[in-house]
């Protein structure tokens, strides 16, 4: 597994999947990058080089625990693009992922050529997602044998009233089959520590960073699942609104991680947007 040092000497690592012109992808949590397998098949169209973000996968832990946070794991993105020898590069990032590719987007757009955010979170740029809109969704899916009991949880937890967030996982998916389970135990964060710290005081300036990005010319798409309680379509359209060229897609019966749900439809999407 290739490797390269961060201006901190941090060690991180990442894979090197199919051929083609690169795309550098970031995975969300912060978690070990596996869950993202080849991204549903995209590795048929581009070379996947999928980041283990520090402490996660076989990336090393590193000597300064603040360096967990969201706004300084942009630098450890830079230095994969120059370790690559990249004068510009494609950005895939997902779910939490989303927050440093935005923010990557804010300071560094003149290396940027495409930016696809997959499963938006759209902390960065302050944008918010109420308790509301989650259930509003969430009851699109009553139909579900696992509704009555992941509702509930679901109800419970955004209203401030506790909940398991285990037992709202099937809303996070299309089908809730045993693919999808497996997924769901397989692609738990494992350092508890840096998802604590992903997020401190410090890690977003969404007025800052709207305004960069109102300027970033690079091409942009959005893919939000319908079903996406985490990342709703109506969040993710509001999120495209403050980018000079990017596009909202909303893949049908698809959630949180929409290339296991179709990844033909998905992997389409994606290809037709970076194109080659």
């Not at 199919?18 to 012109?21: I, K, L, S, T």
């Not at 996660?56 to 967990?68: E, F, H, K, M, N």
């Not at 389409?268 to 194109?275: E, H, K, N, Q, T």
């Given at each position: 597994m290739p490797t390269f040092h961060t201006p901190d000497g941090?060690?991180?690592?990442?894979?090197v999947l199919?051929?083609?012109?690169p795309v550098v992808c970031i995975p969300g949590g912060p978690a070990d990058s596996r869950y993202l397998g080849d991204i549903g098949g995209l590795s048929a169209h581009r070379r996947l080089i999928v980041l283990d973000l520090r402490g996660?996968?076989?990336?090393?832990?590193?000597?300064?625990?603040?360096?967990?946070r969201c706004d300084r794991l942009v630098d450890d993105v830079e230095a994969l693009r120059e370790h690559l020898g990249l004068p510009q590069m494609d950005l895939l990032a997902h779910s939490a992922g989303t927050n440093v590719a935005t923010q990557y987007a804010a300071r560094y757009p003149q290396h940027l050529s495409k930016l696809v955010l997959v499963g938006p979170s759209t902390r960065a740029v302050g944008i918010e997602i109420t308790g509301e809109m989650r259930r509003e969704l969430a009851r699109l899916r009553k139909d579900e044998p696992w509704f009555p009991a992941a509702y509930t949880a679901l109800e419970a937890l955004t209203t401030g009233a506790g909940g398991d967030p285990e037992a709202i996982a099937p809303f996070f998916h299309g089908r809730w089959d045993t693919a999808a389970q497996q997924h769901h135990t397989a692609s738990r964060p494992d350092n508890q520590?840096?998802?604590a710290l992903f997020g401190t005081?410090?890690?977003f300036s969404p007025k800052a960073t709207r305004a960069a990005l109102a300027t970033c010319q690079a091409p942009t798409l959005l893919l939000a699942g319908e079903f996406d309680v985490?990342?709703?379509p109506e969040s993710a359209a509001e999120f495209a609104g403050l980018?000079?060229?990017a596009a909202l897609v909303v893949q049908p019966g698809a959630g949180h991680y929409p290339w296991l749900d179709d990844g033909h439809w998905f992997v389409?999407?994606?290809?037709?947007?970076?194109?080659r």
């Open positions: 941090t060690l991180l690592a990442y894979r199919g051929e083609g012109d996660t996968g076989r990336s090393a832990i590193p000597a300064d625990a603040a360096s967990y520590e840096a998802v005081e410090g890690a985490n990342s709703p980018f000079p060229h389409a999407a994606i290809a037709r947007f970076l194109g």
